[in-house]
């Protein structure tokens, strides 16, 4: 139980910091609004999504919060790194870029997986 404790809480730290810290510190430098027009959104698009993004890490971290709402937190971004993924690859072409988004979409899929395991061992040690 103890390593998949570990395994969660490395994983999800990570999802922590790229997808909650980052875009918080970010969001409104010059080169995160270009990164936004290269991709054809607008502007208030990005603003949205670091809201969303924000709320969205803390749900996953904070271990009061409900097991549907951490649900749709990680479908919520889920949806992020696979769309994103394809924004850079129609835009791009298929650069290191295109496939980044993935490399995180693997991480949180290891998160998810073992919050999984972590709450079906409490269900048994009930």
Do not use: C
Not at 82 to 93: E, K, L, N, R
Request: glycine content about 6%; proline content about 4%.
């Amino acid at each position: 139980m103890k390593k998949a404790k570990i395994i969660f809480w490395v994983t999800t730290i990570i999802i922590f910091l790229f997808e909650g810290v980052m875009p918080a510190l970010t969001s409104q430098s010059e080169l995160a609004k270009e990164g936004i027009r290269h991709l054809g959104y607008p502007e208030y698009f990005g603003n949205a999504l670091v809201v969303f993004k924000i709320l969205g890490v803390l749900a996953l971290v904070i271990p009061q919060v409900p097991k549907n709402v951490k649900e749709w937190a990680y479908a919520g971004f889920g949806f992020d790194f696979i769309f994103a993924s394809i924004s850079h690859f129609a835009v791009d072409g298929a650069v290191f870029l295109s496939f980044f988004p993935l490399i995180f979409l693997v991480i949180l899929a290891i998160s998810y997986t073992y919050y999984h395991k972590i709450e079906r061992y409490k269900n048994i040690a009930l």
